[in-house]
């Protein structure tokens, strides 16, 4: 499979922003997905997935802004982002899940190439 990520941006804190990784190689109907951040120095930190099944799972500091879908016409992975924090900031990697838990990135056996996010105070 490979994942485009896209969407990323400056933004003032309190803004919104939506990500879209485009998949293609792969299933996409039944493949579970997650987006996950990292900034420079940190290991990368679990925001958000969505299960084959359409369950979403959140990150306690995202949960209520942030929302994770799927257009299975599109085979695209969005991330919807409002009410953004400057501790949001970061690059996004969308991700595919391979087998495991979605909250850990050693579960994902694909990523895109990461989108960079900043918001500023």
């Known amino acids: 499979v490979q994942l485009q990520a896209s969407g990323g941006g400056l933004v003032q804190a309190g803004g919104s922003l939506r990500l879209s990784c485009a998949a293609s190689?792969?299933?996409?109907?039944?493949?579970?997905m997650g987006w996950f951040r990292q900034i420079p120095g940190k290991e990368r930190e679990f925001v958000a997935a969505i299960t084959w099944a359409d369950s979403t799972y959140y990150a306690n500091s995202v949960r209520g802004r942030f929302t994770i879908s799927k257009d299975y016409a599109n085979s695209t992975l969005y991330l919807e982002m409002n009410s953004l924090k400057p501790e949001d900031t970061g690059v996004y990697y969308c991700?595919?899940?391979?087998?495991?838990?979605?909250?850990?990135?050693?579960?994902?056996?694909?990523w895109g190439q990461g989108t960079q996010v900043t918001v500023s105070s």
């Open positions: 991700g595919r899940l391979s087998a495991g838990s979605v909250y850990r990135s050693s579960s994902y056996d694909a």
């Open positions: 190689g792969g299933n996409f109907k039944i493949d579970s």
